[in-house]
């Protein structure tokens, strides 16, 4: 019994995308807030801002995500390093889009 009980304990990231398996989605989380992403995107689509995410529309693979979040760090210039816009990219995805690979 106390095996499988630390078995549960252990993350799933085996449906993680390649490139977000190492994200830190602390600082992801903090960076979303910091640059005030949510706030932008309700600008641009009204209400809350979570019609940005749309997972069947144009953004449908985790690299075309993480693509997207390069785009807004260098049109916004936030300065994020590259492991900054891959920790993004992996809070949206596990939050919004929900790619496996």
């Known amino acids: 019994m106390a095996l499988l009980i630390?078995?549960?304990d252990v993350p799933v990231r085996a449906?993680?995308?390649a490139i977000f398996r190492d994200a830190d989605l602390a600082l992801g989380e903090q960076l979303i807030r910091q640059h005030r992403c949510t706030e932008?995107?309700?600008?641009k689509v009204g209400g809350d801002g979570?019609?940005?995410y749309r997972p069947l529309g144009r953004i449908n693979t985790a690299g075309l995500l993480r693509g997207m979040v390069e785009q807004c760090n260098a049109a916004l210039n936030l300065q994020m390093w590259p492991e900054e816009v891959t920790a993004v990219a992996a809070v949206l995805n596990r939050d919004h889009y929900r790619f496996k690979d």
């Open 6 to 8: 630390a078995l549960t």
């Open 15 to 17: 449906e993680v995308p």
């Open 50 to 52: 979570s019609a940005m």
């Open 40 to 43: 932008c995107h309700a600008q």
